[in-house]
C-alpha cells in the first residue's frame, strides 16, 4: 500500500516533467534547407492549398513532403528564372530527391496521425500556426502532451492514453 503512495507522485512528477520538456516549439531557429521554400509565398500569397502538395495529410499518418516531380509540375512554367526554382531543376534534372530537414519531432512512444485531425475538420494553421519566419516557414514544431491534451479536452476528443501511446 504505501509503495502506491510513493509510485503514484513520481510518476505523475515524471510526466510532468516529460510535458514541460517537450515545449511546443524547441526556440531553436529552423534548419538550413536545400532549397528557400516559403510557405508564405506558396500558402498566403498564391493561396495553395497544404494538401495539394501535403497529400498524405487525409490518408495516412504523414502529411508527406512533395515530390520534384509535384515541385516541377507548376515550376516549368511559373518563376523559373527564380535562383531556388532553378535549384529544384537541377534535383528533377538528376532524378534526385530533395533532401529537406526534418522540422517535427515526436518522441517514439507517441503515435501521431494527421487524418483524423483532417476528418475532424482542423485547419492546418490549428498546429501549424501561419509561417511567421521570415523565410516563410514554421520553425521547429514539438508538441507537448499538455498542449495537446488541452487541445483534446476543449473539442470533446478522446484522452485516453491510448490514443496517442501506442
Not at 538550413?32 to 500558402?43: K, M, N
Not at 492546418?124 to 523565410?135: D, K, R
Not at 514554421?138 to 485516453?160: E, K, N, V, Y
Request: net charge positive.
Amino acid at each position: 500500500m504505501r509503495l502506491g503512495l510513493v509510485v503514484a507522485p513520481v510518476f505523475f512528477l515524471i510526466v510532468a516533467a516529460a510535458g514541460a520538456f517537450l515545449l511546443t516549439t524547441t526556440g531553436q531557429a529552423p534548419p538550413t534547407q536545400p532549397i528557400a521554400f516559403s510557405h508564405l509565398v506558396h500558402a498566403n500569397e498564391k493561396q495553395i492549398a497544404c494538401t495539394y502538395c501535403h497529400q498524405g495529410v487525409a490518408k495516412s499518418a504523414v502529411a508527406g513532403i512533395p515530390s520534384v516531380e509535384k515541385c516541377m509540375g507548376c515550376h516549368r512554367t511559373v518563376a523559373v528564372d527564380s535562383p531556388e526554382v532553378r535549384k529544384v531543376a537541377a534535383y528533377w534534372e538528376r532524378k534526385e530527391p530533395i533532401a529537406w530537414a526534418r522540422l517535427a519531432y515526436l518522441p517514439d512512444h507517441v503515435y501521431f496521425s494527421h487524418q483524423p485531425h483532417i476528418q475532424a475538420g482542423k485547419e492546418c494553421q490549428t498546429c501549424h500556426g501561419s509561417p511567421s519566419l521570415p523565410n516563410g516557414s514554421f520553425g521547429r514544431l514539438q508538441p507537448g502532451m499538455d498542449w495537446c491534451l488541452s487541445c483534446h479536452r476543449r473539442d470533446g476528443a478522446s484522452i485516453d492514453c491510448s490514443t496517442c501511446h501506442k
